[in-house]
C-alpha cells in the first residue's frame, strides 16, 4: 500500500513541506501546484527533490473548468492541459486530477464530458500521461462519484481513470457501497479526509474544516471498505484542506496523517475479512484502568504535595527499592512521587517545575500495546534501569510525557512488591474513601487537540465524545472527553486558545506540562468531603451565585442546596443520574484535585459548573506581578 499526502495539507514551504512527509513516513506525495508556483525552482529541479527525498508524485493537482465547454473556451481548455502536461512531463509526475467543472459556460451532459476526456486522454497517452476525473460535492452539473464514474465510463480510454475524494462522497452523504460498482482498475487515485459533522456550505467545509481519517465524524472507515472491495491496489492519498494545519507544525500534521492511514487500514482489515487483508498490528488496545500517576517533584514540592495527599486521606505505604522515590496510596489508587536528581522524572521537573510526568495504564497485554504504539509511530521509552527495576513497556505519549504499560504477566503485576519495599513504620492512612481515578485532565493549546485526540482513539479502544465549550472569562476552552467502552478509562482533553485562560496560564507557566487536574473517585461523596474536611483539606469555596442558579436551574429543594453549599459541592444530572464534585485549591503552577461521585449511569464532566469552577480557581490566582510562592 503506498501512502500518500497531498502537500496543500501541512504548512511550510516546499522543501520543509516535503522533508516532513518523507520524515513521517509516506511513500508518495500530491503536488499541489500552488505549492509548486510559490516555490522559487524549475520543474524538474521539484521532481529531482521529491525523489531525493524517496518518494514518488502520485498526482499533480488541480485541474480546474474543463469538461463540457463551448469553443472556443473548450480549445483554450485542451491548451492549458497541454501546459500542464509539459510540466508534470518535467517534473516526473504522471497522473493529473481534473474536477468536476464550475465553469458557468459548461454546458453538462454526460457524453459531451466523455468526449472531452476520451480527447484528453488520448492527448495524455502519447506522452505517457493520465489523467482523472474527479466529482467535487459541489461541481456544476457533475457532483457524484456515480456520475464521474459514466463520464470515465463511455471515455473508454485506458488512460482516462477515476478519482475518488472520501469527502466529496460523504459530505454529500452518497452510499459509499456504491464505490463497489465501480471495477478497481479504474480508479486511479483515491484521497482521503475525514470532516466534523458541521451544517455549512460545502465548499467552505471542504476547504478549511478538513482533518485526518479519525479526526472527524466521516464514515471515511465505510468508504475505505468500499474502495478495497473493488479490488483497488493504487495510493491511499490525505488531501487535507485545513486551516490549523496549515499554521501547525509540519512534522506533527504529516505524523499525524500517516498514523491516520495506518489506523484506517488497520480498521478496514479487521472489517473486511473475506478479502483477506492482513492487519499489520495487534488490535487497539482495551484499557483496564489507571494504575498509577508519577509526579516529578523536588523537595519542598514533595513536602507540600504529601501533605495534600494526607489531607486526602492518602497514606505513604512504600519507598522504591533504589530510588528517592514515594509510593502513596488509597484504595486502588497508586500516586507515585519522584524525587530523583537524574533520569526523566528529573529533566521533566527542570523544565517544568511540580509536573506528572509518568502514567501507568493497565492493560490486557503490555507487549501488544507497545507493539501497536510503535506500529503507529510512537516512539519507545526506555531509560537506564536502577538497581531492582523491572522492564515495563513503555512509549512517549503526545505531549512528551511516558506511557507506562502494566498487564497481569506474573512479573509486571508485582511490580510494587518487587520495586518497592513497604513502610512498615508508616501508620496507615485513615483513608477517605477515595477509591479509583475518576479520571485524568490533560490541557493542551487548542492546535494540539486532534493530535492528542488520534493518539489516543488509534492505540486505544476508545471514542472520543463530542466536544464542549468551558467559557473562561479570559477566552474559551473546548474540552473533550476519550473514554474506554467500559468506563475504565477516561480522559479529559482540554485545548485553550490562549495563554489567559487558567488552561492556557497552565500550558505556558508549565512549558507544556500536561495533566492539570486528577479526578477520584468516591462512593460517598459527603462522607468523604467530611473525612477529608476532618485531615485538614479545604475544599475550593464554590461561590453563593452558583448554588442560587443551580436551585432554578434544576429545581433543588433549599435543604439539598444548603448542605451542598456547606460542603462546596458542585452538582450536576441528567437523564441517567446525577454527579457531585468538590476540588482542591490551585498546587504548584496551576494543578488541582478533583474529587467525584456519580450516581446512576451520569457519563460526564460536570460541564456546565466548569464555568464557575475555573472562576473560582481564578480567584486564587496571584495577582500579575507578584511573586508566586
Ligand atoms: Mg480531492
Ligand atoms: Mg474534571
Not at 91 to 100: I, P, Q, R, W
Not at 273 to 279: R, S, W, Y
Not at 502 to 513: D, K, M, P, Q, V
Request: with cysteine; charged share 25%; glycine share 10%.
Amino acid at each position: 500500500m503506498l501512502t500518500s499526502i497531498a502537500t496543500v495539507s501541512i504548512a511550510g514551504d516546499l522543501p520543509q513541506k516535503l522533508q516532513a512527509i518523507a520524515a513521517a513516513g509516506f511513500g508518495g506525495v500530491e503536488i499541489f501546484e500552488q505549492d509548486f508556483l510559490a516555490h522559487d525552482a524549475s520543474p524538474e529541479e521539484v521532481g529531482r527533490m521529491v525523489r531525493d527525498h524517496g518518494l514518488t508524485i502520485t498526482l499533480f493537482q488541480p485541474f480546474r473548468d474543463f469538461e463540457g465547454l463551448p469553443e472556443p473556451d473548450r480549445a483554450r481548455a485542451f491548451d492549458r492541459a497541454e501546459r500542464k502536461f509539459d510540466l508534470m512531463g518535467a517534473m516526473g509526475a504522471d497522473l493529473l486530477l481534473v474536477c468536476s467543472s464550475i465553469h458557468p459556460k459548461a454546458m453538462g451532459g454526460i457524453d459531451r464530458a466523455a468526449e472531452d476526456f476520451r480527447e484528453l486522454g488520448e492527448r495524455a497517452s502519447t506522452r505517457g500521461l493520465r489523467v482523472g476525473y474527479e466529482a467535487l460535492a459541489w461541481g456544476k452539473h457533475v457532483f457524484d462519484h456515480r456520475d464521474a464514474w459514466e463520464v470515465v465510463r463511455r471515455a473508454d480510454h485506458p488512460a482516462v481513470g477515476l478519482i475518488l475524494d472520501s469527502f466529496h462522497t460523504l459530505a454529500r452523504r452518497i452510499d459509499p457501497d456504491t464505490i463497489r460498482r465501480i471495477p478497481g482498475d479504474r480508479i486511479f487515485i483515491v484521497q482521503l479526509a475525514d470532516a466534523p459533522q458541521i451544517e455549512m456550505d460545502l465548499l467552505y467545509w471542504s476547504r478549511h474544516f478538513r482533518n485526518m481519517p479519525g479526526e472527524g465524524d466521516l464514515d471515511v472507515t465505510g468508504f475505505m471498505r468500499a474502495v478495497v472491495a473493488t479490488g483497488y491496489q493504487g495510493p491511499i492519498s490525505l488531501e487535507i484542506f485545513n486551516d490549523q494545519f496549515r499554521g501547525g507544525n509540519p512534522r506533527v500534521i504529516a505524523e499525524d496523517g500517516h498514523r491516520s492511514l495506518l489506523h484506517l487500514m488497520d480498521r478496514v482489515a479487521r472489517a473486511e475479512p473475506a478479502l483477506a487483508l492482513v492487519p499489520t498490528m495487534p488490535d487497539r488496545i482495551p484499557v483496564q484502568g489507571v494504575e498509577f500517576v508519577e509526579f516529578a517533584a523536588d523537595a519542598v514540592e514533595a513536602q507540600m504535595l504529601g501533605a495534600l495527599l494526607r489531607q486526602m486521606g492518602f497514606a505513604p505505604v512504600a519507598r522504591h527499592v533504589s530510588k528517592d522515590v514515594t509510593l502513596w496510596r488509597q484504595g486502588d489508587i497508586n500516586v507515585v512521587l519522584n524525587q530523583e536528581r537524574t533520569g526523566f522524572a528529573a529533566s521533566a521537573h527542570a523544565v517544568q517545575g511540580l509536573t506528572v510526568c509518568d502514567i501507568g495504564l493497565k492493560v490486557a497485554s503490555a507487549a501488544d500495546t507497545v507493539t501497536r504504539a510503535t506500529a503507529l509511530g510512537a516512539d519507545i521509552f526506555a531509560q537506564p534501569h536502577a538497581e531492582g527495576e523491572l522492564d515495563i513497556p513503555a512509549i512517549r505519549g503526545v505531549g512528551g510525557g511516558v506511557l507506562h504499560f502494566l498487564d497481569d504477566s506474573v512479573e509486571l503485576s508485582r511490580v510494587w512488591n518487587t520495586e518497592f519495599t513497604s513502610l512498615a513504620d508508616t501508620a496507615p492512612g485513615t483513608g477517605a474513601g477515595l477509591r479509583r481515578i475518576d479520571h485524568l485532565a490533560q490541557t493542551m493549546s487548542y492546535d494540539e487537540m486532534l493530535t492528542w485526540t488520534l493518539f489516543y482513539t488509534s492505540l486505544f479502544e476508545t471514542r472520543a465524545a463530542a466536544m464542549v465549550d468551558v467559557v473562561d472569562p479570559a477566552g474559551l476552552v473546548r474540552s473533550r472527553a476519550i473514554e474506554g467502552l467500559d468506563g475504565q478509562l477516561r480522559l479529559t482533553l482540554n485545548g485553550a486558545e490562549n495563554q489567559r485562560t487558567l488552561a492556557g496560564r497552565f500550558i505556558a507557566e508549565t512549558l507544556g506540562s500536561s495533566v492539570q487536574h486528577i479526578a477520584f473517585a468516591t462512593d460517598d461523596i459527603v462522607a468523604t468531603a467530611r473525612a477529608m474536611a476532618a485531615l485538614g483539606f479545604a475544599a475550593l469555596p464554590v461561590s453563593a451565585n452558583y448554588y442560587g442558579d443551580l436551585a432554578v436551574r434544576l429545581d433543588l429543594p433549599e435543604e439539598r442546596i444548603a448542605e451542598l453549599q456547606s460542603m462546596n459541592l458542585f452538582y450536576d444530572r441528567d437523564d441517567s443520574g446525577e454527579f457531585f464534585q468538590f476540588y482542591s485549591g490551585l498546587v504548584g503552577r496551576g494543578m488541582f484535585f478533583e474529587v467525584v461521585e456519580r450516581r446512576g449511569a451520569y457519563g460526564g464532566y460536570g460541564a456546565a459548573n466548569a464555568p464557575f469552577r475555573v472562576a473560582a480557581l481564578r480567584r486564587q490566582l496571584a495577582p500579575a506581578g507578584l511573586p508566586r510562592l
